[in-house]
Structures are given as C-alpha cells and as structure tokens.
C-alpha cells in the first residue's frame, strides 16, 4: 500500500481537524475524497503530501513510517497541486520546467518531458504563454503539468474541478485515467459524488474531520424536526422522513440503490413520496444508469438499462421517487 493511515489525529490549535483511525489506500489506482465544505479533505491531503504533520498516530508511505527525517523523501515522490494553485509569472514552459531545472536535469531531457506534460493537459499550444494571461482552467491545466513533470508516485489534487468549465472539465477526467494507465496512484478530493464515483475506484468520505461509513449519495444539509409522532429533516427545500429516534444530526445521505422511480405514484408504505423530474442520464456501468432527478432537492438514482426503457424515460419526464425512511443514513 502507498499510504497507511493509523490512529492519525491533526489539530490546529485546540481544534481537532482530521481524526483517522485506520485507512489504506490502493497503489496505482483513483482514489477520491469526499465530503462538505470544512469536512478536513484539504488536511488529509497535505498529511499525505508531508506538510502537515500528526499530532498523533502513524502515516506509513510504501510500509516505511513517515518522520521528520524522512518527510523530504516522501515530498520527491508524492506531489500536492492545491485547489488555487500558485504560477510564476513567466512563460508556461519555465513553469513547468522549474522542478526539472532545480532537480539539474539535462536540458534535452526537460524539453521532452515538458513537452510530453503539456500535451497530456492539453496545453501544448500555451507554451510560450505567460502564466497572469491564463484563464483559470488553465492555470489548473498547467500547475497538474508542472507535477507530472516530475514523474510522481503519487499525485495529489485539491478540488480539480471546482470553478472550471465543462471542456476543461473533460480534459482533466481525461487526464486521471491517463495517470491510471501509466500506474500512479491519483488521490483526489472533490464534494461532486458523480465525479467520485464515476472516476474513482476507492471512495474515502469525511464529515466533520472523521472517516463515515455512510455511502455519499443524495447528501443533504439540513436539520432535525418533529412533527406529532413524525421526524423530518429539513433541507430547507425538502421534508424528508427518518427512521424513529434518529439523533440530532446536521447531514443525511440517500443510497441511490435505495430509491424507486415510477412514471406514477406507487402503492407503497414508505414514508417518502417526491415528485420531480429527469434532468440528467450518465453510464454507471454496463448495463446501469445514473439517473438525475430534480424533486425540489437534486437526487441520484440508480436504474438498470432495461428498468429505464420499460419506464419509458427521457430528460425532462415528469416522475415520482419513493424511499423508505429507513433508507435514510445520519452522516
């Protein structure tokens, strides 16, 4: 395993930010972190990239612990490109040539492999461009060049996808699968659960700085209300009903396997009854679709090829969702 995580806990100041019990992660594969805004996906990057250390526990990197003795090490295997990444103001290529050039490669060398990065992000044709006229996605683009360049083990993403649009967007999924191919572990973070689970092999989900269990679909922010014998929570758009006796709890999830389509409203004893409509269709695997309904609250659904013909779907058909209360899972 490239990372082995044991009883880690990182705090900043009296705050505990990340706590993480026991956790590896795959060698040569995707691996996705997900999870809101604060949840600690950017701290579990960085104890992974070697710039934060643990207040406690154990991180081991290819069954070696890491230690301040041998962070330097790690950080020549293991590349972190933040969510904002920072460029020097000079051309493209001297971006992404600076590690090679500090690392004294020779100058043929650099040209190749630079060459070879920028084409892999798409940006060949930015070379001789300085990096204040680049666009956002491009800046992105060229600061996941100026890692690869440097051939990692390991490369880390902060929140790839945030803020860019939908050509860079698809260039960049073009780009993980690429790493994958050539055997390097890829570990990203993202609050998108399609992404995760669309790229992603291992899905590694944090609330509030811990490890859940719960699958990551359908994620909700809301709260708790009682109504006569009835819990709801709330979204603010959706009263959703929960098992009896559930906790107080800021964040729920709705497995997507959970949760029923029909063309009419069902004869059913669930508690949950939505009415909506299809607003996306994405493969999931052979033979099984990703369904996305919009019912107040944007929900996934998974359905089989033939379930979705037999139901006679198409965008924008008018349906209604039914889940039980117990398909409901506290985050």
């Given at each position: 395993m490239p990372f082995v995580l044991q009883h880690v806990e990182v705090r900043y100041g009296d705050r505990t930010a990340l706590t993480v019990q026991d956790l590896a992660i795959r060698p040569g594969s995707i691996?996705?972190?997900?999870?809101?805004?604060?949840?600690?996906?950017?701290?579990?990057?960085?104890i992974l990239a070697g710039l934060v250390d643990p207040a406690q526990g154990v991180l081991t990197y290819r069954g070696e612990p890491v230690a301040p003795d041998s962070v330097t090490q790690l950080r020549q295997k293991v590349c972190l490109v933040?969510?904002?990444?920072?460029?020097?103001?000079?051309a493209v290529h001297e971006n992404v040539a600076f590690g090679l050039k500090a690392r004294r490669f020779p100058k043929a060398e650099i040209e190749h492999a630079v060459s070879q990065a920028l084409d892999l992000v798409g940006?060949?044709?930015?070379?001789?461009?300085?990096?204040?006229?680049?666009?956002g996605g491009e800046v992105k683009r060229v600061a996941i060049a100026r890692a690869l360049v440097l051939d990692p083990e390991v490369l880390l993403?902060?929140?790839?996808?945030?803020?860019?649009?939908?050509?860079?967007?698809?260039?960049?999924?073009?780009?993980?699968?690429?790493?994958?191919e050539r055997g390097q572990?890829?570990?990203?973070?993202?609050?998108?659960?399609?992404?995760?689970?669309?790229?992603?092999?291992?899905?590694?989900?944090?609330?509030d700085g811990h490890l859940s269990p719960?699958?990551?679909?359908?994620?909700?922010?809301?709260?708790?209300?009682?109504?006569?014998?009835?819990?709801?929570?709330?979204?603010?758009?959706?009263?959703?009903?929960?098992?009896?006796?559930?906790?107080?709890?800021?964040?729920?999830?709705?497995?997507?396997?959970?949760?029923?389509?029909?063309?009419?409203?069902?004869?059913?004893?669930?508690?949950?009854?939505?009415?909506?409509?299809?607003?996306?269709?994405?493969?999931?695997?052979?033979?099984?679709?990703?369904?996305?309904?919009e019912a107040g609250e944007p929900f996934t659904v998974r359905l089989t090829q033939q379930s979705f013909q037999?139901?006679?779907?198409?965008?924008?058909a008018p349906v209604y969702l039914?889940?039980?209360?117990?398909?409901?899972n506290p985050l």
């Open positions: 691996t996705a972190v997900m999870g809101p805004n604060g949840a600690g996906k950017t701290t579990f990057l960085k933040h969510q904002t990444p920072l460029l020097f103001n000079t940006c060949a044709e930015l070379k001789k461009r300085r990096a204040r006229e680049l666009s993403l902060d929140e790839p996808l945030a803020n860019v649009d939908q050509t860079t967007a698809t260039t960049l999924e073009e780009v993980f699968r690429a790493i994958r572990t890829l570990i990203f973070s993202t609050h998108d659960p399609r992404l995760a689970h669309r790229l992603a092999r291992e899905v590694v989900v944090l609330i719960s699958p990551y679909e359908n994620l909700f922010t809301g709260r708790l209300l009682t109504d006569g014998e009835m819990t709801w929570f709330d979204t603010g758009k959706v009263r959703i009903a929960v098992p009896p006796g559930l906790s107080d709890t800021g964040h729920i999830s709705i497995g997507s396997d959970e949760i029923l389509v029909s063309r009419q409203p069902l004869q059913s004893s669930a508690r949950n009854v939505l009415q909506g409509r299809l607003i996306r269709i994405e493969e999931h695997s052979e033979g099984v679709l990703n369904v996305g309904v037999d139901l006679g779907l198409s965008i924008g039914t889940f039980k209360s117990t398909a409901v």
